[in-house]
């Protein structure tokens, strides 16, 4: 497992823009697997977006066009960048990981509030 510690979060308007770090530390991070979760409250924990230690990325059907999600190696990083954003985005929103050759979220970030306001 990885320690993972996300940034970012804060309240903006609706159609404003946000990007969430998550800083990655005790693993081989190019060979992570990173992902972003949110949940809302009283709602399920809903994922909205993945980049694989491939490369190779998805996202949740209420991400696809308006979040993007990259990585940087170099820094242990993984970014979220939201635009666009919605009242219903309002979430805390969480980083998580898991190693390349296995294949459940295993890691988890304490995670990073964002707040939309209408």
């Known amino acids: 497992q990885v320690q993972l510690v996300e940034s970012g979060g804060g309240s903006v308007q609706a159609g404003g823009s946000l990007r969430l770090s998550c800083v990655a530390s005790?693993?081989?991070?190019?060979?992570?697997?990173m992902g972003w979760f949110r949940q809302a409250p009283g709602k399920d924990r809903e994922f909205a977006a993945a980049?694989?230690?491939?490369?190779?990325?998805t996202y949740g059907e209420s991400s696809k066009g308006r979040f993007t999600i990259s990585r940087d190696n170099a820094k242990n990083t993984v970014y979220l960048q939201m635009n666009s954003l919605k009242p219903e985005d309002t979430a805390v929103y969480y980083c998580?990981?898991?190693?390349?050759?296995?294949?459940?979220?295993?890691?988890w970030g304490i995670g990073t509030l964002v707040t939309v306001s209408s």
């Open positions: 998580a990981a898991y190693m390349r050759g296995t294949s459940s979220w295993n890691s």
């Open positions: 005790g693993g081989t991070f190019s060979s992570c697997n």
């Open positions: 980049i694989y230690w491939s490369g190779g990325s």
